[in-house]
């Protein structure tokens, strides 16, 4: 192992991991580079990729363990049961996988001769975090708890696990056991936190850490996007779909929208990206002419991307809204485009998306297709909605700033300080 030789000794425990380029992935990769750059040692334990297509590539293939050097980060990539049809069932033994996958080379790090001085444990995956935690108190380590999606209410929210049987007891009592014991824990929004909190957590140990927008290089195109040229996008309008095409994201009712919508001849409907979902749904959508199904872009064109779009669209399943909040968003706004999210009044994506654009019912594709053309047909609404959408991502999602806070946490939790 590298030796650690830096101002804090970090280990990261993450399922996803850079290359994947959609979804935590990214945001546990930037955030282990960028420790490095502030002078930190950092050690991952992820997952060989493999969302959102829910399949290995063929570089990252073999048995056994990866071990590399990436961007200055010593990075551990542990084998996994990868389901081709991440059905419930499929989805538990996937995470149990990496939960046992994992546990060798994170005992090996505690135990090894540099132990780490803070271990930062992200959920997904909930699984993997309980072994870890314990070893970690075994060796004296402080520890980390970090939130992307509450897994189990998000399970329950979409059917993946009954609400009301066994299972779905038995999942609460894990998470309940799963999330106790840390030192610090840290979610993306102020109403996750809050669920910490009203879970029992204390609030003194409670920090929002938001996932963040590279608003250098992510900005809002001044001209027509490359993509219109190299897709035939003729239509003056286009409601972009980009990222996860799963369960949670509810991402059939954009085909609601264009089914409502095919009469305008504006407007051009794209579904960019990949996961278990998207087969399906482009067979639903076989009927559509005004849909475009495309895979995932490369991270370095994302800013070109998103500004394809005349408006973005967020949908999610209703009764998901404070369990997840989609890490799409940041760069959606970035990007000084409105948004159209389905969400209820009062939950943290409507919030956040307030003045940026507009809230539909979750499940009600009429108000959805209604909240597009009110934007495509106001035009002083549409120009108040993009800047402000911009605006809000310098003001709450820059990444140089999330990221010195970030810095400023870790060194707090450093011993003797």
Known sequence: M???????RILILGLNYSPELVGIGPYTSEMAVSLVQQGHAVQVVAARPYYPGWTVPAEFRGR??????EAGVNVVRCP?????????????????SFAATSLWPIARALFGRDK?????????????????RILARLRGVRTWLHIQDFEVGAALATGLIGEHGVAGRLARLFEKAAHAGFD?????SPQ????????????????????????????PLQRPSDYRAAWNITTPHVALYSGNIANKQGVEIVLDAARRLSHRRDLTFVICGDGARKEALAESAADLANIRFHPLQPRARLSELLGLATIHLLPQLEGAADLVLPSKLTNMLASGRPVVATAAPGTGLAEEVQGC?????PGDPDRFARAIETLMDDAPFYAGAAREARLRAERSWSKDTILRRLDRWVREMAPGR
């Open 80 to 96: 996994l049961y990868v389901p081709a049809n991440p059905t419930g069932a499929r989805r538990i033994l996937h995470h149990l």
């Open 2 to 8: 590298l030796g650690w030789g830096a101002c804090v």
């Open 64 to 69: 056994g363990y990866r071990r590399g050097l």
């Open 357 to 361: 654009g507009l809230i539909s019912t």
């Open 192 to 219: 996750m936190c809050r669920r910490l909190v009203a879970a029992g957590i204390p609030a003194d140990r409670v920090v929002e850490l938001r996932n963040w927008s590279d608003i250098t290089a992510v900005t």
């Open 116 to 132: 780490p001085d803070l271990m930062i444990a992200i959920a997904p995956s909930l699984m993997s975090v309980p072994g870890a």
């Open 184 to 188: 610090r824990y840290s979610s993306i």
